[in-house]
């Protein structure tokens, strides 16, 4: 989702509300463990860049017995529908409705990783940067938990999982912004940390101001890995489109597709000082969420993916006119025996 000039992020931010109808560690990406399920063949006899690693535990699959999928509704106006049942939902695997069995709309603890670039190229967006997690964190259910990670020339893991946000914010005291952007192993990095998380919602928050120039994984890796991780990822895309640089212009669609194969989004601005309202609008859209949950009509632990699509129905007593926006993960992976 584009957002264009701090107009439209105020208008999210005022209009997000309601819309009612009734201790420091350091990792290396060696350390990590996820096998992303494609590989880069390797051609001309040049060697890799990287070597997947084909050690450790498998990716994260769905257990077919039960699918959670969170799901957050949006009309025209960026503005969320509350107070919905589960009668105002259809949910399809494939093309056969399933029955909705469970059905939550509270606003259970999330498990959040933040990844920050500070790249040299964010040398003037960084105190900004700071205030815009500093909202999120702040934000928080006091149950949440968050880890940080940064990013330049690599990844790295500068606060561990904490339910203190001073341990979190501190940390970015000590961000020097330099490099280059290594924004794909970062996700990598995170995806891998949500291993640990205690809580069964997950997200990842990324704050960019372009795209990827220095990443050992590639695009199609990283969607593999986010597919197969249930996990959801929001993006935050600070672009200069004054003479962009090519990474840059990639940068848009490289958070787009990766955050909405998920169930999350992205936004994308021009000025620093609109950081904080899109944090508060990720935010937002973290506290209000429904949660869906159904046992497949036809399970199958066969390693594939599964396709699902979740229908909006318009409840009569919705009365405002104009679409609705459905952002939930489009489908699994389920387990293979």
């Given at each position: 989702m584009r957002v264009n000039r701090r107009l439209a992020l105020l208008?999210?931010?005022?209009?997000?509300?309601?819309?009612?109808?009734?201790?420091?560690?350091?990792?290396?990406?060696?350390?990590?463990?996820?096998?992303?399920?494609?590989?880069?063949?390797?051609?001309?006899?040049?060697?890799?860049?990287f070597a997947l690693p084909d050690v450790g535990p498998r990716p994260m699959k769905v257990n077919v017995s039960l699918v959670l999928v969170p799901v957050t509704i949006m009309d025209g106006m960026n503005r969320l529908v509350q107070g919905l049942d589960r009668n105002s939902f259809?949910?399809?695997?494939?093309?056969?409705?399933?029955?909705?069995?469970?059905?939550?709309?509270?606003?259970?603890?999330?498990?959040?990783?933040?990844?920050?670039?500070?790249?040299?190229?964010?040398?003037?967006?960084?105190?900004?940067?700071?205030?815009?997690?500093?909202?999120?964190?702040g934000d928080a259910n006091p149950e949440d938990e968050f880890f940080m990670i940064t990013f330049s020339d690599k990844p790295e893991m500068i606060s561990d999982f904490t339910q203190h946000v001073e341990d979190v914010q501190s940390k970015l005291l000590y961000a020097v912004p330099k490099g280059r952007t290594a924004l794909l192993d970062a996700i990598y990095m995170g995806i891998a940390k949500m291993r640990q998380a205690k809580h069964q919602r997950k997200a990842l928050l990324i704050i960019?101001?372009?795209?990827?120039?220095?990443?050992?994984?590639?695009?199609?890796?990283?969607?593999s890995v986010v597919k197969e991780a249930d996990v959801m990822i929001y993006g935050i895309g600070i672009y200069n489109h004054y003479f962009p640089t090519q990474e840059e212009i990639l940068g848009p669609e490289l958070l787009r597709t990766i955050s909405e194969v998920t169930g999350g989004t992205s936004f994308s601005i021009d000025d620093p000082n609109d950081l904080v309202d899109a944090a508060k609008s990720v935010s937002v859209m973290l506290r209000n969420q429904y949660l869906l949950g159904y046992r497949p009509a036809a399970a199958k632990k066969d390693g594939k993916w599964h396709k699902i699509k979740i229908v909006f129905r318009r409840p009569k007593k919705l009365k405002l006119p104009g679409t609705f926006h459905v952002y939930a993960r489009s489908g699994y992976y389920a387990a293979a025996e």
């Open positions: 208008l999210v931010f005022f209009a997000l509300n309601v819309l009612p109808i009734s201790s420091q560690s350091t990792t290396s990406l060696d350390d990590i463990h996820i096998q992303p399920r494609v590989m880069q063949p390797v051609t001309d006899g040049m060697a890799a860049p259809q949910v399809l695997e494939g093309k056969t409705e399933q029955q909705i069995r469970y059905f939550s709309n509270e606003d259970a603890p999330v498990s959040i990783g933040i990844i920050l670039d500070i790249s040299g190229s964010m040398k003037s967006k960084l105190d900004r940067a700071r205030d815009a997690v500093a909202k999120l964190i960019s101001d372009g795209g990827d120039n220095h990443s050992r994984y590639t695009e199609k890796e990283i969607v």
